[in-house]
């Protein structure tokens, strides 16, 4: 059974050029969240989603930032217009179920680069 | 909003010695998970071991254990017989447990671990 795949792995864009991070949950899964991590920090939660629906995006930025995960294919992080300040570790998680136990299997995130 | 501090940047131990690291946790519930992960420099986020807030028992994993002190609010990592291999930032982390939702993972800022051989 793959694990959840994030592609790419290493992404440079320039400054207001579009960012899309594609992520596959592991077979099975159909619960998605995306988490961003900035150098020397945490993971920061951003999103999740089940399959054609946001749950919670309370830790999405208003502006820029979009995410959907459709019935079939992979969940999408979207960055508009991005900046320096987008340049960051951001990783895709899955999960089974909701509930108890749900343990969140990550992928190997992709490194966003805005120069 | 819940907050996870982890105090401790930076810590070393010797090969085969044991270490503790440490980390405090703010709620308002009662109903929650906490999670310590290792993330080596591959970047790849692995769980090492979880803790469930309604259970008593401390949490084990082979040489990894914890000390919940739930009143505290404290969920320490001890790490028994220190390899080489366990060299790498470990991320303690809290979810609510909502009831039947799936909430996101909230993560301290991380301890970087060095294991001298």
């Known amino acids: 059974n793959a694990g959840v795949m994030q592609n790419p792995r290493h992404l440079v864009r320039r400054r207001g050029q579009e960012a899309r991070l594609r992520c596959s949950p592991m077979k099975g899964h159909s619960h998605v969240y995306w988490y961003r991590q900035l150098p020397e920090e945490g993971l920061k939660f951003m999103v999740y989603?089940?399959?054609?629906?946001?749950?919670?995006e309370s830790g999405m930025p208003k502006e820029r930032f979009s995410a959907e995960f459709p019935k079939e294919g992979p969940s999408i992080l979207r960055i508009q217009q991005v900046v320096r300040g987008d340049s960051a570790a951001y990783f895709c998680?899955?999960?089974?179920?909701?509930?108890?136990?749900?343990?969140?299997?990550f992928g190997p995130g992709t490194r966003l680069t805005v120069l | 909003a819940q907050t996870v501090t982890q105090s401790q940047p930076e810590m070393s131990v010797q090969e085969a010695e044991t270490v503790t690291l440490s980390c405090t946790y703010d709620?308002?519930?009662?109903?929650?998970?906490l999670f310590w992960y290792k993330q080596p420099p591959s970047r790849q986020m692995i769980l090492v071991i979880r803790?469930?807030?309604?259970?008593?028992q401390n949490a084990t994993e082979n040489r990894f254990s914890v000390n919940f002190q739930k009143a505290a609010k404290s969920f320490s990592l001890k790490i028994s017989d220190s390899q080489l291999g366990d060299a790498a930032m470990y991320f303690c982390?809290?979810?609510?447990?909502?009831?039947?939702?799936?909430?996101?993972?909230?993560f301290g800022k991380g301890t970087h671990l060095i294991i001298q051989p």
């Open positions: 989603l089940q399959k054609e629906n946001i749950i919670d």
């Open positions: 803790q469930e807030a309604y259970k008593q």
């Open positions: 998680a899955s999960s089974i179920l909701a509930g108890d136990p749900n343990e969140q299997f």
């Open positions: 982390a809290y979810r609510l447990d909502s009831g039947g939702g799936a909430d996101g993972l909230t």
């Open positions: 709620t308002s519930e009662s109903d929650y998970y």
